[in-house]
Nanobody, 119 residues
Framework: QVQLVESGGGLVQAGGSLRLSCAAS????????MGWFRQNPGKEREFVAS????????YYADSVKGRFTISRDFAKNTLYLQMNSLKPEDTAAYYC????????????WGQGTQVTVSS
C-alpha cells in the first residue's frame, strides 16, 4: 500500500524558510510525477510544484517560482519542498501527492502538514 507522509511544517516569520519532506513507501516511484499542493479552509486546493521523479524536471506555480524548490532523494524515497522568502499568503496546509504514468490526476495523497507564516 502506498503511503505518503509529510513533515516539516510549522510557524515561521515572513522572510523565513522551511523545508517540507514527504516520505514515500509502498512502491517504486521512478516513473511517477510527484507534487506539492496547498489548501486553506474553504478554498480550492492549489498546485505548488511537481517533479518527474526519474529525470528531475520540475514545474512551479507562478506564485512560488524563484522562492520554492522541489527535489527528491532516490535513496531515501523522499520528496522535498524547500521554501524560502516565505510570505503570509503562503500559509496553508501542504500536501504531497503522487501521479502514476498515464493517470489523469494524482492517485495518492499524504495527510498534510501545516505551514503558517506570520507577518
Amino acid at each position: 500500500q502506498v503511503q505518503l507522509v509529510e513533515s516539516g511544517g510549522g510557524l515561521v516569520q515572513a522572510g523565513g524558510s522551511l523545508r517540507l519532506s514527504c516520505a514515500a513507501s509502498g512502491r517504486t516511484f521512478s516513473s511517477y510525477t510527484m507534487g506539492w499542493f496547498r489548501q486553506n479552509p474553504g478554498k480550492e486546493r492549489e498546485f505548488v510544484a511537481s517533479i518527474i521523479w526519474s529525470i528531475g524536471n520540475a514545474y512551479y506555480a507562478d506564485s512560488v517560482k524563484g522562492r520554492f524548490t522541489i527535489s527528491r532523494d532516490f535513496a531515501k524515497n523522499t520528496l522535498y519542498l524547500q521554501m524560502n522568502s516565505l510570505k503570509p499568503e503562503d500559509t496553508a496546509a501542504y500536501y504531497c501527492a503522487g501521479r502514476s504514468p498515464g493517470s489523469p490526476g494524482y492517485d495518492y495523497w499524504g495527510q498534510g502538514t501545516q505551514v503558517t507564516v506570520s507577518s
